[in-house]
């Protein structure tokens, strides 16, 4: 039985670490071929080194997905290297130390927003016009739970991921037609360095992030991996402009 992203071609952002590292692998194991980028370009090298020791294609490039003309380079890489374009997880992204909001500053606020939705909106248009002319490809963009919900003293960030995840269902409306796809992934307190470092900006007590849930532990990067590359899959064919919170059911829970 073939893998269920055999031979798909598949570009991953913020690769480096985290979801992004977990995402790449998993991809990589259902038998996608890979362009992986970061910021920390070594270290999507080193993931991608090891995607390769197993067996899999994977090539590297470090990406400043804020930059127009970066993300233009990667997906021109990704066709040229591989002839085309399947699937992509624009996961690359990062938040600000936590504050009310009436005490965040304009800084963080244009900083937020263009890491985590301006930076997903350029990969979405060059993959779109990549995936427009050879006939569709399933993008998948990583939000948050903070994107569903109201979230105390972190408005730039879920200011950013709300607008993400409308962004998604826009494009999802706009290009079915044309056999691209469109969907989130919108993951609760997951264990992550960037996790780790929320955890510490509160006190270090995880437990203030991790709440009172029906699933009662941390997400592990591989659980939002596998649903993401469900999303990229044949499988998820009738699946468009949807947010799919991987949250232990959090969000069932608060709203």
Known sequence: MMSMLQDKVIVVTGAGN???????????????????SDIAGDQAERVAAEIRAGGAQAQAMTVDVTDEAQVIAMVDAAVSRYGRLDGALNNAGGGCAPAPTAEVTLADMHRVMDLNFTSSWLCTKYEIQAM???GGGSIVATASDAGLLGTPNMAP???????????????????????????????????????????????????????????????????????????????????????????????????
């Open 18 to 36: 985290g979801i992004g590292e977990a995402s790449a692998k998993c991809f990589a194991a259902h038998g996608a071929r890979l362009l992986i």
């Open 132 to 134: 427009l002319k050879t």
């Open 157 to 255: 960030y879920a200011a950013a991921k709300a607008a993400l995840i409308n962004l998604i269902r826009t494009a999802a409306v706009e290009y079915g037609k044309h056999g691209i796809r469109l969907n989130a992934v919108c993951p609760g307190a997951t264990a992550t360095p960037a996790l780790q470092r929320m955890a510490e900006q509160v006190g270090g007590d995880i437990s203030v992030i991790l709440g009172d849930r029906p699933i009662p532990r941390l997400g592990e990067p591989r659980e939002v991996a596998e649903a993401a590359a469900w999303l990229l899959s044949d499988l998820s064919s009738f699946v468009t402009g949807q947010p799919l919170a991987v949250d232990g059911g959090f969000n069932a829970a608060f709203t």
